[in-house]
């Protein structure tokens, strides 16, 4: 180690490198980020496909807006309404950070959807991906319930009143109903500790499991890879393989990827 | 043949994979490009729509006053209110209209857990439904048609929703000088004012009265709950814990509405004998 002179320059990258090298050594995390950044993508994958980053940027706004929220939100009925208005009116920036929260949601939501339509269109949920899509399918049940748990939060007429008919609607689910109805009322009717209930839900419970979820769910994506657009003349293994030659006339991916097999 | 089948799809995949390795790109800097504009993009709807919602907001953009993206903040929640018109956030809209379209008392259920259910299991099923390898859209028919219809459907019942001017409660309310007539109460104005809480909070959605409303297992039918004489204090401390009372029952508690709203429900359904018709 000491037989040969490190330079000055060689010297000052070691020390920068140090740290990274420390982590890498002891996670791998470094490895695991070049994997994920340069794994291989379909060479013809399209901007419909960027809908999915878009939602997660969507929830990431959620998440950030959110805590900033929480650190001045005080879920009790006396103190919720005041202090929306508090952070509506007096705070810096208080307007912006609300507005992009309540229309966040709303964003959030069309995304999801928009997501799901481009998965469904294009096919992708098909072999092997048939769990992504179920993953996707409680990640926009989840995101609905956010929806529901976070309108209440202002404590005005609107969401006050959506939420004692959603709660009843829960309410005459067939046997679970009143339970899911009491749970979500911390109680047998609306009182104080539904709006705390909601909070902890809207703030805990569910954004912890959709955290979860899109772990998950980006695993799933890395481990199966990016599926190409189904007109793609590139997608592979079009058409059955006969004697190891396709026997559609497509061109393509699939004729490269048989080549030298036999 | 399903084996032929997952054989088939297996070697579909592996020669997918081979392939992206061969071929593709890698997802940085290419893809990652992409969805980098895109996220940019959406956070900048976000930030634009939380500066129409502020500004467009008349007055000096604080007020309670609808903007074009509706208010900034409504009044204060207050549970006794009776004349509130429910409203979900706008993507709910299709479930709540979805109600509406069920009214029959028997059917009302289907409205609101059956069809939501049922598509939600579907929702989740469709890779297990839809089995065949083929993704090219014009080989899809089912799948187009299919999507064309969830589209439409959705739209429309969130057009519905949107536009619709009374809630089920308004609608209620207007029954209210029937009722009145037909059970005998019509000078009585604390039965009055409690048939109206009765329509606006929620009692129809399990409860028949006068041939409206729904039929929850377990809710009794209380066109004629005035006529066993149980008396004002025993509605209202049922109406506080029903459970109490009735032990098992799984009505949910109206403590929330106020001892002054609970006595005027309790003079409503003391003085529903029966429909005389």
New interface residues.
């Given amino acids: 180690m000491a037989a040969t002179k490190l330079t000055r320059s060689q010297q000052i990258q070691q020390t920068i490198l140090y740290p990274i090298d420390w982590l890498e050594e002891r996670s791998g995390i470094v490895g695991g980020i070049k994997y994920f950044l340069f794994r291989k993508v379909p060479g013809d994958t399209n901007w419909f496909q960027t809908l999915g980053a878009a939602t997660l940027t969507a929830f990431i706004v959620q998440a950030l807006t959110g805590t900033i929220l929480a650190m001045y939100y005080k879920p009790d009925p006396n103190g919720a309404y005041s202090s929306i208005q508090h952070i509506t009116n007096d705070l810096f920036a208080g307007w912006l950070v609300r507005g992009m929260h309540r229309w966040g949601a709303s964003v959030f939501i069309i995304l999801m959807f928009m997501h799901m339509g481009r998965v469904f269109l294009f096919g992708a949920y098909k072999y092997p991906r048939e769990l992504n899509w179920i993953i996707g399918v409680l990640l926009l049940t989840m995101g609905l319930g956010e929806g529901f748990t976070g309108y209440l939060l202002p404590w005005d007429q609107t969401s006050y009143w959506a939420t004692v008919v959603g709660i009843n609607i829960n309410g005459t689910a067939p046997f679970l109903g009143p339970f899911l109805a009491q749970f979500l009322q911390g109680g047998t009717y609306i009182n104080a500790d539904t709006l705390s209930r909601f909070y902890a839900i809207h703030m805990l419970l569910i954004p912890g499991a959709i955290f979860a979820l899109i772990g998950l769910h980006l695993y799933l994506v890395v481990r199966l890879g990016v599926t190409s657009p189904p007109w793609s003349k590139e997608a592979a293994g079009k058409g059955p393989i006969t004697n190891g030659k396709v026997t559609t006339g497509r061109r393509g991916l699939s004729r490269f990827g048989t080549r030298g097999r036999r | 043949m399903a084996s032929d089948r997952i054989v088939?799809?297996r070697?579909?995949?592996q020669?997918?994979?081979?392939?992206?390795?061969?071929?593709?790109?890698?997802?940085?800097p290419?893809?990652?490009f992409?969805?980098t504009?895109?996220?940019l993009?959406?956070?900048a709807?976000?930030?634009g729509?939380?500066?129409v919602?502020?500004y467009s907001t008349p007055g000096s953009?604080?007020g309670t006053e609808a903007g074009w993206?509706g208010?900034?903040?409504?009044?204060?929640?207050?549970?006794g209110?009776i004349n509130?018109?429910?409203?979900?956030?706008?993507?709910?809209y299709f479930?709540f209209y979805l109600?509406r379209i069920f009214k029959w008392p028997e059917t009302?259920?289907l409205g609101?857990?059956g069809i939501p259910t049922i598509c939600?299991v579907l929702?989740?099923a469709?890779?297990?439904i839809?089995?065949?390898?083929?993704?090219?859209?014009s080989r899809?028919p089912v799948?187009i048609i299919a999507?064309i219809l969830v589209?439409l459907s959705m739209g429309v019942l969130t057009y519905k929703g949107a536009t619709a001017k009374e809630a089920l409660g308004s609608e209620l309310v207007a029954k209210i000088p029937s009722w009145a007539a037909s059970e005998g109460f019509t000078g009585n104005q604390k039965a009055i004012a409690g048939a109206k809480l009765f329509a606006v909070s929620?009692c129809l959605?399990?409860h028949t009265y006068n041939g409206v409303g729904?039929a929850?297992?377990g809710a009794p039918n209380l066109t004629a709950e005035g006529a066993k004489n149980k008396g004002i204090a025993f509605q209202i401390d049922h109406l506080k814990?029903?459970?109490c009372k009735t032990p098992g029952s799984?009505m949910?508690?109206?403590?929330?509405l106020g001892q002054q709203n609970l006595t005027a429900l309790a003079n409503f359904l003391e003085a529903s004998k029966g429909s005389k018709k």
């Fill in positions: 088939e799809r070697r579909v995949f020669q997918y994979k081979a392939d992206v390795k061969e071929r593709g790109k890698p997802f940085y290419y893809a990652m992409h969805d504009i895109m996220s993009v959406v956070v709807v976000i930030i729509l939380a500066i919602w502020k953009h604080t993206l208010k900034l903040l409504d009044a204060p929640a207050d549970p209110t509130f018109v429910p409203r979900p956030d706008w993507y709910f479930l109600l009302v259920i609101t857990i939600l929702l989740l469709i890779p297990f839809d089995l065949r390898a083929e993704r090219r859209l899809r799948a999507s589209v929620g959605n399990c729904g929850f297992p814990c029903p459970a799984p949910p508690s109206f403590q929330g």
